[in-house]
T-cell receptor, first 113, second 114 residues
């Protein structure tokens, strides 16, 4: 079945450091890909998405490119802030248009001043 | 602008008790779903609904029931709580069930079964 694998956390960075969180997926067909972020004590919210190969999603300085050849959707940010501390989830949508989302296990990011 | 509202935020149950987790959305979204979040496992789909009167099972449906009598509400019922159901539960809604649609999440219900 479809699945998403994220790099293990937690990831601890100093402010202004470069961030990469790796995400790879297994899917039949061509799903849409998402990054959701969960701030402490809150629900998940969409950070960015890409709906087809070579699309780049971007938001709040974060970027991710849909790479079909490597089945990857790595999240990057050039300069992290303390306010970026959160749990990040990579997800894919079921290609059968059932509305289902399949999530990775989540990566905790802690940014220190 | 309430979005997706879940109640309660915290709950402690004894093994064997039943309860209902409430979920309501005010965005007229067609699609609603319930997930559980467990450490190291991400979110797993419990049940979902593509519209009023239509529900279906997700990845981990055992021990849970749902109904969708209105577009706005999608309650999740635990029939006989077990310690394995200790988790954080999230309700989500989307405008449609199309694969590129953003999901909107509630703030979650943290359930402990003792």
């Amino acid at each position: 079945g479809d699945s998403v694998t994220q790099m293990e956390g937690p990831v601890t960075l100093s402010e202004e450091a470069f961030l990469t969180i790796n995400c790879t997926y297994t899917a039949t067909g061509y799903p849409s890909l998402f990054w959701y972020v969960q701030y402490p004590g809150e629900g998940l919210q969409l950070l960015l998405k890409a709906t087809k190969a070579d699309d780049k999603g971007s938001n709040k300085g974060f970027e991710a490119t849909y790479r079909k050849e490597t089945t990857s959707f790595h999240l990057e940010k050039g300069s992290v802030q303390v306010s970026d501390s959160a749990v990040y989830f990579c997800a894919l949508s079921d290609v059968g248009n059932t509305g289902k989302l399949i999530f990775g296990q989540g990566t905790t990011l802690q940014v220190k001043p | 602008n309430a979005g997706v509202t879940q109640t309660p935020k915290f709950q402690v149950l004894k093994t064997g008790q039943s309860m209902t987790l409430q979920c309501a959305q005010d965005m007229n979204h067609e699609y609603m779903s319930w997930y559980r979040q467990d450490p190291g496992m991400g979110l797993r789909l419990i049940h979902y609904s593509v519209g009023a009167g239509i529900t279906d099972q997700g990845e981990v449906p055992n021990g849970y029931n749902v109904s969708r009598s209105t577009t706005e509400d999608f309650p999740l019922r635990l029939l006989s709580a077990a310690p394995s159901q200790t988790s954080v539960y999230f309700c989500a809604s989307s405008p449609t069930y199309q694969m590129n649609t953003e999901a909107f999440f509630g703030q979650g219900t943290r359930l402990t079964v003792v």
